[in-house]
């Protein structure tokens, strides 16, 4: 599913399982490690080298993504980036991918994808997945799978008054 939200940005939303996420994570840095191999003038014997290079460079900040456990599901903000909009969210029922990327990448080599793959606190049912734009982040709504969470898990939610917020 894709939508428009403020200011252009585009979203889209896919169902995944959570293996599909981290394979996808791993081929776009392993296409991204192969750019930098290139740029270098395909030297072998780097591998290593421009894997983490790729690594760092599509990874994204520690407050570009931040889970809140409520009582109904999971509440995720997600940074807007003015240079990248269109961000592509791969929702499995453990773990999120989330892609910002940019029409110009293809255009300008300074533009490049960023990504960030997450584990989820709890498991979430992707299908039900609502996304919304406002105070300049997209924010999207995970409910839980099941209604029968542990009672642990929903005291912690609901004794801390505004539920648990973890930074990725």
């Keep these: 599913m894709r939508c428009t939200l403020g200011r252009g940005l585009t979203v889209e939303r896919r169902i995944a399982t959570t293996l599909w996420n981290e394979q996808e994570r791993e081929r776009i840095i392993a296409r991204k490690a192969h750019e930098v191999f290139c740029s270098r003038g395909c030297e072998h ?7 983490f290079r790729a690594e760092q460079e599509l990874s994204s900040l520690g407050d570009d993504v931040l889970v809140t456990q409520t009582e109904t599901g999971l509440e995720i903000s997600i940074a807007e980036r003015p240079e990248q909009m269109s961000i592509v ?6 773990s999120l991918l989330i892609l910002w990327a940019s029409d110009e990448m293809g ?7 960023t990504l960030t793959l997450t584990s989820l606190p ?5 299908e039900k997945a609502a996304v919304t734009f406002r105070d300049e982040r997209v924010w999207l709504h995970l409910p839980y799978l099941s209604t029968g969470r542990s009672s642990s898990a929903v005291a912690a939610a609901a004794g801390s008054g505004k539920g648990r917020a973890r930074r990725n």
């Design 45 to 51: 014997g780097l591998d290593l080298d421009d894997w």
């Design 89 to 94: 969210l791969s929702i499995a029922p453990s």
């Design 107 to 113: 255009r300008n080599p300074a533009i490049h994808p």
């Design 122 to 126: 709890e498991t979430v049912a992707p």
